[in-house]
């Protein structure tokens, strides 16, 4: 893969100006720091590159010269179990980070230091690079540390340049490898499968290897993310503990090795899945691998997601400091079945409920093979003229008379069998040419890596776009996982995944290039992808199509962790039996949608429904900008409860909900809040009540932030009163 900087790239580039650089020298240590941490990383006398250190700065940071390699029973162990870029086929007898197969087919690698480079782009982002040379061959190895320091994030990856004469084979290319060091290491990761994302479970690691991977190649992350927690000595709590968040910003195959080597040490080696990937670097080409984005706090998870919302809000999801709409999808409300007038009718509906804009999900074209089902259409991105006889560009007309915005589902990766597109172009499908197809949801993948399917691809927004310019908003949806791995365009069929994947971004990137303003919602069966390499490009991502709110709020819950509130599309349903009521607080404590049948709404839960976007407006910009406090997890308590803070502390918003219904359960005792200003005055008043008066409402006292932070606040959920939502306002 050879990487190209863009013209823009290369201003950023020109802008920025080399703070230090230091070429090899043997002894010393080169430190990475944020606010709070630091990664020293030590250069033997041999040139090796190890890390001494990583976690809280110490005090006093000349300090580190103090540290030295590691020793055990006279072998040292410096720069192999700890290496920093761990160099398979010499020395190093662990898991590798890094193996290779040079042009005349020798296997062994081994890295030196040549130099480091700091490179300052603003007061907070830094990029620290070191260059590391193999002492017997002509391949370099680049690795990128860049730091927010504010925030405490810092993104790892690596480039590593082929400069022999003949082709370089790369086994495994990760982008990072971390050596922790504690007592005991808790691993805390996420399995799932759809309808069922982001199940947590916490562990400790013992000796040998832990592995986190996905080999599915889309939908990627349906059993696994490639996210998870690391906590040191002992499992974090919300306030308290050493802990790591970490994530490959990858769309596509990874795999995390945990190794507990010999000397209770953690070794983290986190990057795309070699699973089958081998790949070919021509002379001259590098390959550039995506970033390990990670965070560490010794104060808990609660301050360690904070920072890395703040990264994400202010680095990395697209338009994260922006604003986001408001929306009714109509996919549970219709499935398939719909046509112009219903649609009118919905487009109606949605302006009586309040919301910003419609969105129309799946089933909307196919003509030879209408999509009235998931069997047949995809992959034909042309009204299906029977449903939509005057096209899309009716709607979104119709929806501008109606004073919302229009926005369309696409799942433009994919193709049925039954489809003119798959009898038209069979050599764009993703299937081995010799075995029987194997389908998933009915469908097959196209072939990303292909140029020819990426302009395919990039046309079906582009013409969406170009036909109807007012067009809001895309949701992408992405159904099916890669059978049968075979790509007829490929010559190394062990480049699909990567390409793959490369292929999306490229498509990805042409349409923010053009279409910066709109919308997108990442969304994958569910939450069969969600990762910040994709997140660049979309505003949110769908988190489950499990939209029971009881389930849900579990789901969203653990998504809190390592995504902000801005980024999630919460939908109400008619999924579970809570009252609308609960299904709605449920909801806001993200980006609120609906997907109901709004005509079929009583009366009352009509007007509720319509009140509840008003106050929604209210609060909005806390839940998506504010800082996030978890106050008690559903999975310890009855209960689960959370709250957002802004940044002056004048304004929280507290949402409160019950999650087992078994007698005597609820919040019996005060909850303590978090995050407020201990020194000002605050006005507690309960919203988004169902109906006056509330039964249970409590008089509008003030509290002072040291009260409600110490002694705390009883929001009084019950069986009763399913869920509260409080308002906490300076009192002026
Ligand atoms: C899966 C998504 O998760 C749903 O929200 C919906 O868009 C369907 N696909 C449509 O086929």
Same mark, same amino acid.
């Given at each position: 893969m050879i990487v190209c900087r863009s013209p823009k790239r290369t201003l950023s580039v020109l802008l920025t100006f080399f703070v230090s650089t230091l070429f090899a020298q043997r002894s010393q240590i080169i430190t990475i720091e944020s606010q709070h941490n630091v990664i020293a990383l030590q250069v033997g006398n041999d040139l090796?590159?190890?890390?001494?250190?990583?976690?809280?700065?110490?005090?006093?940071?000349?300090?580190?010269?103090?540290?030295?390699?590691?020793?055990?029973?006279?072998?040292? /162990?410096?720069?192999?179990?700890?290496?920093? /870029?761990?160099?398979?086929?010499?020395?190093?007898?662990?898991?590798?980070?890094?193996?290779?197969?040079?042009?005349?087919?020798?296997?062994?690698?081994?890295?030196h230091f040549v130099s480091s480079a700091v490179e300052k782009t603003d007061a907070n982002v830094s990029v620290t690079t070191i260059l590391l040379r193999d002492?017997?061959?002509?391949?370099? #190895?680049?690795?990128? *540390?860049?730091?927010?320091?504010?925030?405490?994030?810092?993104?790892?990856?690596?480039?590593?340049?082929?400069?022999? $004469?003949?082709?370089?084979?790369?086994?495994?290319?990760?982008?990072?490898?971390?050596?922790?060091?504690?007592?005991?290491?808790?691993?805390?990761? *996420?399995?799932?499968?759809?309808?069922?994302?982001?199940?947590?479970?916490?562990?400790?690691?013992?000796?040998?290897? $832990? #592995?986190?991977?996905?080999?599915?190649?889309?939908?990627?992350?349906?059993?696994?993310?490639?996210?998870?927690?690391?906590s040191l000595d002992k499992p974090?709590?919300?306030?308290?503990?050493?802990?790591?968040?970490?994530?490959?910003?990858?769309?596509?195959?990874?795999?995390?090795?945990?190794? #507990?080597?010999?000397?209770?040490?953690?070794?983290?080696?986190?990057?795309?899945?070699?699973?089958?990937?081998?790949?070919?670097?021509?002379?001259n080409q590098q390959f550039e691998t995506p970033a390990f984005v990670f965070t560490f706090s010794d104060k808990g998870t609660g301050e360690a997601s904070r920072n890395l919302h703040r990264w994400a809000r202010n680095y990395k999801l697209y338009d994260g400091k922006g604003s986001r709409m408001t929306l009714l999808n109509n996919w549970e409300a219709t499935f398939f079945n719909f046509d112009?007038?219903?649609?009118?009718?919905?487009? $109606?509906?949605?302006?009586?409920?309040?919301v910003d804009l419609f969105l129309l999900d799946d089933g909307w074209f196919g003509n030879n093979y209408p999509r009235? %089902?998931?069997?047949?259409?995809?992959?034909?991105?042309?009204?299906? @003229?029977?449903?939509?006889?005057?096209?899309?560009? *009716?709607?979104?007309?119709e929806a501008q008379n109606n004073g919302v915005k229009f926005g369309i589902w696409v799942e433009p990766e994919m193709v049925n069998p039954k489809s003119d597109l798959y009898v038209k172009h069979p050599e764009w499908v993703i299937k081995q040419p010799n075995r029987e197809e194997h389908l998933y949801r009915n469908q097959l993948v196209l072939d990303l890596s292909n140029p020819k399917v990426q302009d395919f691809v990039f046309g079906i927004l582009d013409n969406l776009f170009t036909k109807n310019p007012d067009l809001a908003f895309i949701k992408w949806d992405c159904n099916a996982v890669i059978y049968n791995a075979y790509s007829s365009f490929l010559e190394k069929q062990s480049h699909l995944y990567v390409d793959y994947v490369k292929g999306l971004y490229k498509v990805l990137d042409r349409v923010r290039a053009k279409y910066p303003t709109v919308e997108m919602m990442l969304c994958s069966g569910g939450g069969g992808r969600v990762d910040y390499g994709a997140l660049k490009y979309f505003n949110e991502f769908w988190l489950s199509d499990n939209t029971d709110p009881l389930e849900r709020i579990f789901i969203q819950y653990e998504y809190s962790y390592f995504y902000p509130a801005i980024s999630h599309s919460n939908h109400v349903t008619d999924?579970?039996?809570?009252?609308?009521?609960?299904?709605?607080?449920?909801?806001?404590?993200?980006?609120?949608?609906?997907?109901?049948? @709004?005509?079929?709404?009583?009366?009352?839960?009509?007007?509720?429904?319509?009140?509840?976007?008003?106050?929604?407006?209210?609060?909005?910009?806390?839940?998506?900008?504010?800082?996030?406090?978890?106050?008690?997890?559903?999975?310890? %308590?009855?209960?689960?409860?959370?709250?957002? #803070?802004?940044?002056?502390?004048?304004?929280?918003?507290?949402? %409160?909900?019950?999650?087992?219904?078994?007698?005597?359960?609820?919040?019996?005792?005060?909850?303590?809040?978090?995050?407020?200003?201990?020194? $000002?005055?605050?006005?507690?008043?309960?919203?988004?009540?169902?109906?006056e008066p509330r039964v249970g409402k409590r008089p509008n006292n003030s509290y002072s932030g040291d009260y409600l932070m110490t002694v705390g606040y009883n929001p009084g959920v019950s069986a009763n009163r399913m869920s509260v939502v409080l308002q906490i306002e300076e009192a002026r």
């Amino acid at each position: 893969m050879i990487v190209c900087r863009s013209p823009k790239r290369t201003l950023s580039v020109l802008l920025t100006f080399f703070v230090s650089t230091l070429f090899a020298q043997r002894s010393q240590i080169i430190t990475i720091e944020s606010q709070h941490n630091v990664i020293a990383l030590q250069v033997g006398n041999d040139l090796r590159v190890s890390t001494a250190y990583f976690g809280t700065k110490l005090k006093d940071t000349s300090e580190y010269r103090f540290v030295r390699p590691m020793y055990k029973r006279g072998d040292d /162990y410096s720069g192999i179990l700890n290496s920093a /870029y761990t160099p398979a086929g010499s020395r190093n007898l662990v898991e590798p980070a890094i193996e290779v197969t040079h042009a005349n087919g020798n296997t062994s690698l081994d890295l030196h230091f040549v130099s480091s480079a700091v490179e300052k782009t603003d007061a907070n982002v830094s990029v620290t690079t070191i260059l590391l040379r193999d002492s017997a061959y002509a391949l370099e #190895v680049s690795l990128f *540390f860049k730091v927010y320091y504010k925030e405490d994030v810092v993104e790892q990856w690596a480039v590593i340049k082929n400069k022999e $004469k003949g082709n370089v084979t790369l086994q495994k290319f990760a982008s990072a490898n971390l050596y922790l060091t504690a007592d005991q290491y808790w691993l805390k990761q *996420f399995h799932g499968d759809w309808a069922k994302e982001m199940q947590p479970e916490e562990t400790r690691l013992t000796a040998g290897i $832990k #592995v986190l991977d996905s080999k599915l190649g889309t939908r990627s992350h349906l059993y696994q993310p490639p996210t998870f927690m690391v906590s040191l000595d002992k499992p974090a709590t919300e306030d308290e503990g050493k802990v790591l968040l970490g994530q490959l910003e990858w769309s596509g195959n990874f795999k995390v090795d945990l190794e #507990v080597d010999p000397l209770n040490n953690l070794r983290l080696i986190a990057g795309i899945n070699p699973f089958a990937s081998e790949y070919a670097l021509k002379p001259n080409q590098q390959f550039e691998t995506p970033a390990f984005v990670f965070t560490f706090s010794d104060k808990g998870t609660g301050e360690a997601s904070r920072n890395l919302h703040r990264w994400a809000r202010n680095y990395k999801l697209y338009d994260g400091k922006g604003s986001r709409m408001t929306l009714l999808n109509n996919w549970e409300a219709t499935f398939f079945n719909f046509d112009e007038p219903i649609l009118a009718g919905l487009l $109606k509906d949605t302006k009586k409920l309040g919301v910003d804009l419609f969105l129309l999900d799946d089933g909307w074209f196919g003509n030879n093979y209408p999509r009235n %089902n998931d069997r047949a259409g995809l992959g034909d991105w042309q009204e299906n @003229v029977k449903k939509l006889p005057h096209g899309v560009g *009716f709607l979104v007309k119709e929806a501008q008379n109606n004073g919302v915005k229009f926005g369309i589902w696409v799942e433009p990766e994919m193709v049925n069998p039954k489809s003119d597109l798959y009898v038209k172009h069979p050599e764009w499908v993703i299937k081995q040419p010799n075995r029987e197809e194997h389908l998933y949801r009915n469908q097959l993948v196209l072939d990303l890596s292909n140029p020819k399917v990426q302009d395919f691809v990039f046309g079906i927004l582009d013409n969406l776009f170009t036909k109807n310019p007012d067009l809001a908003f895309i949701k992408w949806d992405c159904n099916a996982v890669i059978y049968n791995a075979y790509s007829s365009f490929l010559e190394k069929q062990s480049h699909l995944y990567v390409d793959y994947v490369k292929g999306l971004y490229k498509v990805l990137d042409r349409v923010r290039a053009k279409y910066p303003t709109v919308e997108m919602m990442l969304c994958s069966g569910g939450g069969g992808r969600v990762d910040y390499g994709a997140l660049k490009y979309f505003n949110e991502f769908w988190l489950s199509d499990n939209t029971d709110p009881l389930e849900r709020i579990f789901i969203q819950y653990e998504y809190s962790y390592f995504y902000p509130a801005i980024s999630h599309s919460n939908h109400v349903t008619d999924w579970g039996k809570q009252p609308l009521k609960y299904r709605t607080d449920v909801a806001m404590m993200g980006k609120l949608g609906f997907d109901i049948v @709004v005509s079929k709404l009583s009366p009352k839960d009509l007007e509720f429904a319509q009140k509840a976007v008003k106050t929604y407006d209210t609060i909005k910009n806390i839940v998506w900008h504010g800082d996030l406090y978890r106050l008690a997890d559903p999975r310890e %308590n009855s209960y689960a409860s959370l709250m957002y #803070v802004n940044e002056s502390k004048d304004s929280a918003v507290m949402f %409160n909900y019950i999650t087992s219904n078994r007698y005597g359960n609820g919040s019996l005792s005060p909850i303590r809040l978090k995050g407020l200003d201990a020194g $000002k005055k605050y006005k507690v008043r309960e919203i988004n009540i169902y109906e006056e008066p509330r039964v249970g409402k409590r008089p509008n006292n003030s509290y002072s932030g040291d009260y409600l932070m110490t002694v705390g606040y009883n929001p009084g959920v019950s069986a009763n009163r399913m869920s509260v939502v409080l308002q906490i306002e300076e009192a002026r």
